[in-house]
């Protein structure tokens, strides 16, 4: 049985790479095969040499438009056959063509309950809209801002004392067991979309559990 080829994009520090790194590569047949970022000193880049995996650079600066640039990654990944794309705060938006070339093998980690709380700043905005309760969302990738089909949830509930910090640190928390839970499921073929309503995703629960 061949192996689930997982690539993922960061621009940072890439602790949710480092939670996929820890919990999936080289079990269960998922191989990270490929880390790709737009920042030549991301983190995340060096966190992925330290494992022994490849790595990619896609500067905007060094292309003509953001398209250009999608369409150079876009390449590269495909040339690594890889069979999931994770963004791991990947703070940069995809194009549509991008988005269109891997339709439904891109997903995302959102620090938010969406529809609620999408884009910029998930925890600022929560915080300024009094909510007593948020959580994690990851999610597919369509053309949209945070827009695509959901599959997982979970929720956090706002700290009394409205901590930015303490709140942000539960977030990173559940990201780093809910994103790697989903990637899983992919890998496992869980998940399946509704065929009557493509906003709705199936997840097999014997498999989950």
Not at 31 to 56: F, I
Request: glycine share 8%; aromatic share 4%; net charge negative.
């Amino acid at each position: 049985m061949s192996a689930f080829r997982l690539a993922v994009l960061a621009s940072g520090t890439g602790t949710n790479l480092q939670a996929i790194l820890d919990l999936l590569h080289g079990r269960d047949g998922v191989e990270v095969v490929a880390v790709g970022s737009n920042k030549r000193d991301a983190q995340a880049l060096e966190r992925a040499s330290s494992a022994g995996v490849e790595t990619g650079v896609f500067c905007g600066a060094d292309y003509a438009d953001r398209a250009q640039r999608d369409a150079a990654m876009a390449d590269w990944l495909g040339e690594r056959n890889v069979d999931l794309i994770v963004l791991a705060g990947y703070m940069e938006l995809l194009s549509p063509e991008f988005v269109r070339r891997f339709r439904n093998r891109i997903v995302n980690v959102h620090p938010a309950l969406l529809p609620s709380f999408p884009g910029l700043d998930a925890v600022g905005q929560a915080l300024a809209h009094g909510a007593r309760v948020t959580g994690v969302t990851v999610h597919l990738v369509d053309e949209g801002v945070d827009s695509g089909p959901i599959l997982l949830q979970r929720a956090i509930k706002v700290p009394y004392t409205r901590d930015r910090a303490e709140l942000e640190e539960e977030i990173h928390r559940v990201e780093h067991e809910l994103l790697p839970e989903a990637i899983r499921l992919i890998a496992a073929g869980a998940v399946h979309i509704d065929p009557k309503n493509p906003r709705v995703v199936h997840v097999d629960v014997e498999t989950r559990e």
